[in-house]
């Protein structure tokens, strides 16, 4: 962040200190709980709704989100909030047409209800894909934004001890108490670090001004949803084609953020905790994207998009308060770190050990999984500070997913809906995927002459050639043998539901629940059109 640099007093430095301290005891505490594999893997399968919400975004919500979109709302816009709005389309989708099928799988892991559509083949491949996702880009953006944040206040310290340290605090109750101790510790977080972001929020309104200076003295362009085709930020184009597609991968087929719907005590708890983690994503746009507009404001001559959150805390916020800002910081670190490591060690587990060693039993394969937490610790501590020769984070995270998930999204998407998608179409649809996205990758990031092509507009390519791949191979190829109806969604299991739904409370019915979470979604993005 460009040598910048910040002091913190002690009382705010005993702040952070008491909250990292509380929330390792609270999971090591939550931990004496989690028994057997189910247990350690999926928290027994008894998460209530309210739990799978908060979960779910503080898994969200990590230290790359909190710097990114503020320095994002300064550098281009509040446009970098169309991929928040977007989980809440997603996430309907997903509760209508996805997630009762995956719940009656009984699956641990995605990439085994892939298997269990298709074929062994795919399931080894999505597991090593999310593999490589979750450890080289999720947890080491996480831990390298993290600690480029404290670095500014401890600048004598080496960023790799900076970066172990924040891996072993959530680490360690991860390694004992699996995915309960996780959720337990992402509910306290979650609420902290909403309230940190209510604060930020409120003071930085409050020095730029309050809401009406800010409306009437920021460009209009930097405060609109829906921008140009040419817009370097978020085309009107990406966003129709191409943030839903990301937005599918991430909150549909991503295993750390997955894991906690499956661990839902039923279809009801998963479906409520799913859509209150959409409606906990609607507030962001004023807490954590739109402090970065009042920067423009308040600090017109910033070199770095990536200080302005920094300033932001540092500058209005006074002893004490600073403090809790930070803790709010460190609990987005914590719980996303904590949910890559412990739904890798998942993945390792169920589609690797298991399907090699059938026999293990439960304290084996518990066993495996805190081993494989701590490999995952050492790889993703030893990788994340070679971020540092990409030119941002930000260009980092997106450019791997954009040429990377699309191949996972066809499969899913087409196999959710049509019955003659099978094993040979799957195969021949993640070798497309890989030869198209690193053809793709070479032509527009490291070509001598780049096509110059948005990443949005990466995704859909891709998208529709694995689909055009999938239906032909597939049509032109046997049908794979066996029945799998119950991994799909039909009008009749639509109609069947509804007849379910008929005796159930207005006010419980999730169908009801989404379409107000749409309508309010709509009215949001209408109002910053």
Request: with cysteine; aromatic share 12%.
């Amino acid at each position: 962040m460009n040598g910048a640099q910040f002091s913190i007093s002690d009382l705010d430095l005993a702040v952070v200190a008491a909250y990292l301290v509380g929330v390792v005891a609270l999971g090591l505490w939550a931990a004496r709980r989690a028994q057997g594999a189910e247990g350690f893997f999926l928290a027994s399968r008894a998460s209530r709704w309210p739990t799978i919400g908060f979960a779910l975004l503080a898994s969200n919500i990590s230290s790359t989100t909190l710097v990114g979109l503020a320095g994002a709302a300064y550098a281009m816009g509040i446009s970098v909030y169309n991929y928040e709005w977007m989980a809440t389309v997603v996430l309907a989708f997903f509760c209508v047409f996805f997630l009762p099928f995956l719940l009656r799988s009984g699956v641990y892991t995605l990439p085994e209800f892939l298997e269990r559509r298709y074929s062994r083949g795919a399931r080894v491949y999505f597991s090593g894909l999310t593999l490589f996702l979750n450890v080289f880009v999720d947890t080491a953006g996480t831990l390298y934004g993290g600690a480029l944040m404290f670095k500014l206040v401890m600048p004598e310290v080496p960023l790799w001890q900076i970066v172990a340290a924040l891996a072993a605090s959530a680490g360690l109750y991860t390694v004992v108490g699996g995915l309960r101790a996780v959720m337990i510790t992402e509910v306290v977080q979650a609420v902290l670090l909403l309230g940190a972001s209510v604060l930020v929020a409120w003071l930085a309104f409050d020095a730029a001004g309050g809401w009406s200076q800010v409306m009437a003295n920021v460009g209009p362009a930097k405060l609109s949803l829906i921008r140009p085709a040419d817009d370097p930020g978020v085309p009107w184009t990406g966003l129709v084609l191409g943030v839903p597609l990301l937005g599918f991968y991430f909150w549909c087929t991503n295993q750390f953020m997955v894991q906690r719907v499956l661990s839902a005590r039923d279809e009801n708890h998963g479906r409520w905790g799913s859509l209150f983690a959409g409606l906990l994503k609607l507030p962001v746009l004023f807490l954590m994207v739109l402090p970065g507009t009042c920067a423009i404001l308040l600090y017109p001559e910033l070199s770095d998009p990536d200080l302005v959150y920094p300033t932001l805390l540092f500058d209005l916020l006074p002893a004490g308060l600073l403090g809790l800002a930070l803790a709010g910081f460190l609990a987005a670190i914590m719980s996303s770190i904590a949910s890559t490591f412990n739904s890798a060690a998942t993945l390792v587990t169920m589609d690797f050990v298991r399907p090699a060693a059938p026999r293990l039993d439960d304290r084996a394969l518990v066993a495996t999984g805190r081993v494989a937490t701590v490999g995952f610790m050492l790889v993703a501590v030893a990788w994340a500070p070679q971020i540092e020769r990409f030119d941002s984070l930000r260009q980092y995270l997106q450019a791997v997913l954009a040429y990377a998930v699309p191949p996972v999204v066809a499969l899913f998407v087409v196999g959710l809906f049509w019955t003659r998608a099978n094993a040979r179409g799957a195969l021949a649809t993640i070798i497309v995927g890989l030869v198209g996205g690193a053809a793709l990758f070479h032509a527009n990031v490291l070509a001598a002459q780049p096509l110059g092509l948005h990443f949005l507009l990466v995704a859909p390519l891709l998208f529709a050639a694995c689909v055009f791949v999938l239906v032909l191979v597939s049509a032109f190829s046997a049908p794979d043998p066996g029945d799998r109806s119950a991994l799909q969604w039909t009008p009749a299991s639509f109609n069947a539901e509804t007849r379910a739904l008929a005796g159930q409370p207005w006010w419980s019915n999730y169908r009801v629940q989404a379409v107000a979470l749409l309508a309010a979604t709509a009215v949001l993005v209408w109002w910053f059109r």
